[in-house]
Antibody
């Protein structure tokens, strides 16, 4: 059974930093592109970032480019999101999601999310 | 940036009825469109990818159609567990992750 379990979400002040983690199991982690997708409270979905199977390619939404860094450790079946210079508008539930194949950016498995609150 | 518009915002139907949800793109996305279902307190669930392909384990009552700028998700006969919010998502700006529509809420009439 595929499982994605996010952690690391907390309350942080504007300008602060945070690292999210996602532990994957139930599939061959290093075969797949992985993504972060977020959802502000009561709002819709926003794709944040992706990383290729080997970590060699990364892409970001314009809203987080230059502030967030995605990475992965295939030896630990883990995905990460380093979030710097946080803004109030980054407040959201952050989901880790698995790509269905390649860079399709169709997400066939999702974690339950970890809540990041940026507030003074 | 490609903008997705979903209609209606809310669809009130009874179990057993047919649901037809629309997603329109501001420019062509070819067939690079997916549909997701989200229930309160849960993560989204992939239903349809590439406009018409059902994801693994998705019941046959869910079907997708369309190409270019106009797409439809049809639920042939609503089950009680189908009342939820449905999002469309385009991925034509590969390799970026695409954009989502604002959602259609299907609620019980």
């Amino acid at each position: 059974e595929v499982q994605l379990v996010e952690s690391g979400g907390v309350v942080v002040q504007p300008g602060g930093s945070l690292r999210l983690s996602c532990a994957a199991s139930g599939f061959t982690f290093d075969d797949y592109t992985m993504h972060w997708v977020r959802q502000a409270p009561g709002k819709g979905l926003e794709w944040v970032s992706l990383i290729s199977w080997d970590g060699g390619s990364t892409y970001y939404a314009d809203s987080v480019k230059g502030r967030f860094t995605i990475s992965r450790d295939n030896s630990k079946n883990s995905l990460y999101l380093q979030m710097n210079s946080l803004r109030t508008e980054d407040t959201a539930l952050y989901y880790c999601a698995k790509d269905i194949i390649g860079y399709s950016s169709s997400f066939d498995y999702w974690g339950q999310g970890t809540l990041v609150t940026v507030s003074s | 940036e490609i903008v997705l518009t979903q209609s209606p915002a809310t669809l009130s139907l009874s179990p057993g009825e047919r649901a037809t949800l629309s997603c329109r793109a501001s420019q062509s996305v070819s067939s690079y469109l997916a549909w997701y279902q989200q229930k309160p307190g849960q993560a989204p669930r992939l239903l349809i990818y590439d406009a018409s392909n059902r994801a693994t384990g998705i019941p046959a009552r869910f079907s997708g159609s369309g190409s270019g700028t106009d797409f439809t998700l049809t639920i042939s006969s609503l089950e009680p567990e189908d009342f939820a919010v449905y999002y469309c998502q385009q991925r034509s700006n590969w390799p970026l992750g695409g954009t989502f529509g604002p959602g259609t809420k299907v609620d019980i009439k």
